[in-house]
């Protein structure tokens, strides 16, 4: 058995502290979500659990979409290998459970640029007019978009540049068009370096809710799907910067992708020619 680390967990509750630090509140509130499910299946603690718990608790979450399947045993499989590598279980379970292989549905949420562009053209409100060109013309996530300040924002040239703090702790800085640039500029008014740039009506920072209710307001006035979401921008983004011929690796250094292979994840959705079409029917 592994010695436990000094400091490290001495329960369930003070492993799960360890395990979510630093990672983002939407991260650990869907994370928490997954493991209580677990434990609530097989009525045992982290430490007590057996692969045949795991296969049970796999078999009851059957019901669910399969990217959820994929989410909930990919972080029941990552608090099991934390729980081991610090000590607090004997043996990582997880190990052997794979995660179900699902189909890739990206190229379903990627949006044709005249519909981003229906979507701006029927937006009349300047604040949500510039948060959907924003999370288009940058590819930012949409807590990239929450956290940004007006410090963040900072003249280049011609245009801007905007500077975010991303996923896993990286900081990345994204160059903006003239004309998304002088959009940001007129709707910034007297607003102080440290003041957030998107707020609500009660003078409050937007949160992720807020912001993926006004996209959906605005996908439902073009005429587009009830399941448009913030992130169908970043993945339009990234699809039509390169099908205008932007280097894959200028994309993935944008959107801030820790691999090159999630990038080409577009290139895959959206191929630009196929054996089919050489065929003679």
């Known amino acids: 058995m592994q010695a436990i680390i000094p400091g490290g967990a001495t329960n369930d509750e003070a492993l799960l502290r360890l395990w979510l630090h630093n990672r983002s509140v939407h991260t650990q509130k869907a994370y928490i979500n997954d493991v209580a499910k677990l434990l609530a299946v097989t009525g045992k603690t982290i430490r007590e659990l057996t692969l045949s718990d795991l296969q049970s608790f796999a078999d009851a979450i059957v019901g669910y979409a399969p990217s959820t399947q994929s989410r909930m045993i990919a972080a029941v499989k990552s608090v099991l290998a934390f729980a081991h590598e610090t000590g607090y279980a004997p ?30 053209a029927l937006e009349t409100n300047t604040r949500n007019h510039l948060i959907i060109r924003l999370l288009y013309a940058s590819g930012i996530r949409c807590a990239e978009l929450c956290g940004l300040q007006w410090k963040d924002v900072v003249e280049r040239g011609e245009a801007g540049q905007i500077t975010v703090y991303g996923k896993g702790g990286k900081t990345r800085a994204i160059l903006l068009t003239p004309a998304t640039w002088d959009e940001m500029q007129q709707f910034r008014g007297e607003y102080g370096l440290e003041e957030p740039v998107f707020i609500s009506r ?39 910067a390169l099908d205008r011929g932007s280097p894959i690796s200028l994309v993935q250094a944008t959107l801030g992708h820790a691999n090159v292979a999630t990038t080409g994840r577009y290139l895959h959705a959206r191929p630009h020619d196929s054996s089919a079409r050489y065929l003679p029917i």
């Open 91 to 120: 043996f990582n379970v997880g190990v052997a459970v794979r995660v179900p292989k699902r189909k890739d549905t990206l190229s379903e949420r990627i949006l044709t640029e005249a519909a981003v562009q229906r979507m701006l």
């Open 202 to 240: 009660k003078r409050m920072p937007l949160d992720a809710s807020q912001v993926r209710r006004i996209v959906k307001a605005a996908a439902k006035r073009a005429g587009l799907p009830a399941t448009v979401s913030p992130h169908w921008l970043r993945h339009s983004h990234g699809t039509h």
